[in-house]
C-alpha cells in the first residue's frame, strides 16, 4: 500500500503541472480556433483537406466521445468520408494536454513519433475513405437566424468582448474539461500507480507478453477498454516500467483513445458496418505496424 501512494504521488508531481498547462492551452484553443474551422476547408475530395483535418483535429481538445458529434455534423453537411475518417481518428488520438504529459512520462522521441503516426493515419485513412462509395449527403449550411433576416449587417452580435472570452478560456478549461475527462484521467493515474505497484503484474509481462504477443495484448487491451489520450498515458508508462515492450506500449497508446463501446456504435449507425470494418481493421493494422516500427526507432 505504501509503494501504491508513493507512486501515486509521484505520478501527481510529475504530471500535475502539464495537465493544468494543457488545459490552459486548451482553453485558448476551443475559444480562439473554433470547431466549425474544422468545416471550412473538407468541401474536396483531395489530400490536402484530409491533412487539414487531421492536422485540426491533433490540436482540437476533443476525446473520442466528443468527435462523434462533429463527424455526425460533418456528414449531414455534406464531408466527404475522407476527412471524416481523419477526423474521427486524429481527434480523439492525442491532443495538447496529452502531447505534454506524453513529453514529461515517455520523452520527446515517443511524443514526436505519437504525433507523426497519427497524421500519417489520419492521410492513409483519408485517401481510403475517398475511394469508398458512401452515401453523401447534400450539404445544409446552418445560418444564423438574425444574419439571414438582414439583422446586424456587421455581425457584431457574433463579437464577444477580452472578459468574456477569457471567462469562457477559463470555464472551458478548469470547469468543462475536468467534467469531461477528469474521471477517466484520475482512474488512469489510479490504475497507473497500481500497475507500478505490483510486481507479479511485472512477472506476468516478463514472462507472457514478451515479443509479439505483447503487442496483441495491447491491441485487444487498447480495443476493449476505453482510456482518453491524456489517461492512458500514465498508464502505458505503468506498462513499460513493468516490463512491456515500449512498441506494443506505443500501440495502447495509440489504440485505447481512438475506440470505444460507443464510438462503434455511433460509427455503424451512421456510416454503416462495412466502413467500421474498414475503419477498426485500418486501426488495428496500422497501431502494430507502427508500433512495430517504433520498437526500432524508438529506442
Known amino acids: 500500500m505504501t509503494a501504491f501512494f508513493h507512486h501515486l504521488l509521484h505520478y501527481g508531481i510529475e504530471i500535475g503541472p502539464s495537465i493544468a498547462l494543457g488545459f490552459l492551452l486548451s482553453g485558448i484553443i476551443h475559444e480562439f480556433l473554433p470547431q466549425n474551422l474544422v468545416e471550412k476547408y473538407l468541401t474536396k475530395k483531395s489530400l490536402l483537406p484530409i491533412l487539414y483535418v487531421t492536422i485540426l483535429g491533433i490540436i482540437l481538445p476533443v476525446c473520442c466521445f466528443g468527435s462523434l ?15 471524416i475518417l481523419a477526423f474521427l481518428i486524429a481527434a480523439p488520438a492525442t491532443s495538447v494536454t496529452a502531447i505534454l504529459v506524453t513529453w514529461r512520462l515517455l520523452g520527446p522521441t515517443f ?22 462509395k458512401y452515401p453523401e449527403i447534400k450539404s445544409a449550411e446552418e445560418e444564423c437566424p438574425m444574419c439571414k433576416e438582414g439583422e446586424h449587417k456587421n455581425h457584431s452580435h457574433h463579437q464577444r468582448g477580452i472578459l468574456h472570452r477569457f471567462v469562457s478560456v477559463i470555464s472551458y478549461a478548469f470547469i468543462d474539461l ?16 497500481l500497475v507500478v505497484s505490483i510486481p507479479a503484474v511485472g512477472v506476468f509481462l ?14 485487444a487491451f487498447g480495443l476493449l477498454m476505453y482510456v482518453c489520450s491524456t489517461a492512458s498515458v500514465p498508464l502505458v508508462h505503468a506498462f513499460i516500467m513493468q516490463g512491456l515492450s ?20 455511433v460509427i455503424r449507425k451512421e456510416f454503416g458496418t462495412k466502413i467500421l470494418v474498414v475503419y477498426l481493421t485500418f486501426i488495428s493494422v496500422m497501431a502494430l505496424i507502427l508500433g512495430y516500427i517504433f520498437s526500432f526507432v524508438g529506442g
Open 206 to 219: 516478463k514472462k507472457y507478453l514478451f515479443g509479439f504477443s505483447g503487442y496483441l495484448f495491447a491491441l
Open 69 to 83: 458529434p462533429i463527424a455526425v455534423t460533418l456528414r449531414k453537411r455534406g464531408v466527404s468520408l475522407g476527412p
Open 178 to 193: 475536468p467534467k469531461e475527462i477528469g474521471t477517466e484521467l484520475i482512474i488512469g493515474v489510479l490504475l497507473a500507480a
Open 246 to 265: 515500449r512498441g506494443a506500449g506505443f500501440v495502447l497508446l495509440l489504440v485505447g483513445p481512438i475506440t470505444s463501446y460507443g464510438n462503434i456504435l
Open 111 to 132: 511524443t514526436i513519433y505519437l504525433c507523426l503516426s497519427v497524421i500519417i493515419m489520419g492521410l492513409v485513412i483519408g485517401i481510403i475513405g475517398n475511394r469508398m
